[in-house]
């Protein structure tokens, strides 16, 4: 299984001058400011990498975000440049803001976890009594969190702490939720039209050296994103039944229920080649959902090769 899957992005590209892990990605910088994001298939969930790749996640989560970048350009300019391999995308180099822009459209996940536990403040924001798991909200709410260093755990922060610490600027972070809330609608509407509900998703920031605030990393992808099935939600409400939902949630509740939360002391439950292709096959399916299109699979035969052979070529060319 590991030779047709890209577990570690161990490349030297052309002008490379500085490499960083994150969970996920690994991202080069060259000496011309470019970024190359490589799209590792590696699966993080709790905070902690899965210790085995799922074969194509790399490249659903790179496309995804792609069709997604190009779909929202008109309501942010973002970072991306090119996308010269199905698991590549390389862009402008810029300062990333050190939070994540975390939207809720619906009571699920982490806030429902929250509730449940009789919070009703996240982040500095009043979720309203009286309503059930994956019930939505009144209107979309931002819950900001400071981004992690890799195998750290990312971190609630309200809007207050975030202006009063410096971490963003008053101005900087007007723009930040402006774009948060615009994209977030762009993101509902798309979803509605493939019979999906956008019910949560984050956004990352940074800005270029000319000072400009642009978009990176993913969006609208799985992995940064919850989709409920449209078809039969209100039923499911109204019976108390669990959502129908497309994101890596069902990995988060296999881990669950084999007791694992990314608690200290806690182990990684075994996972056999057969729940892995399981893993594969599902993150196709949202692919096609989220799309609209079919997922058409790389080569991975030789997958480090062909991707620093398709990066080298790209930065040749330019």
Known sequence: MSNNTIYDANFNFP???NV???????????DNDQLIMVATDRLSAFDVVMPKGIPYKGQILNQIATKMMASTEDIVPNWLTATPDPNVAVGVACEPFKVEMVIRGYLSGHA???YKA??????GVEMPDGLKENDQFPSPIITPATKAEMGDHDEDIS???ILKKGIVSPADYELLEKYTYALFKRGTEIAAERGLILVDTKYEFGKTKDGKIVLIDEIHTPDSSRYFYADGYQERQDNDQPQKQLSKEFVRQWLIANNFQGLEGQTVPEMTDEYIASV???YIELYENITGEPFVKADTSHIHDRIQQNVSSYLESI
């Open 15 to 17: 002008g490379q001058k």
């Open 20 to 30: 960083y892990k994150g969970k996920v990605r690994v991202v080069y910088t060259l």
């Open 112 to 114: 429902a976890r929250e």
């Open 280 to 282: 594969s096959e599902r």
């Open 159 to 161: 809007k207050e702490d």
């Open 118 to 123: 009789g919070k009703r403040i996240l982040c």
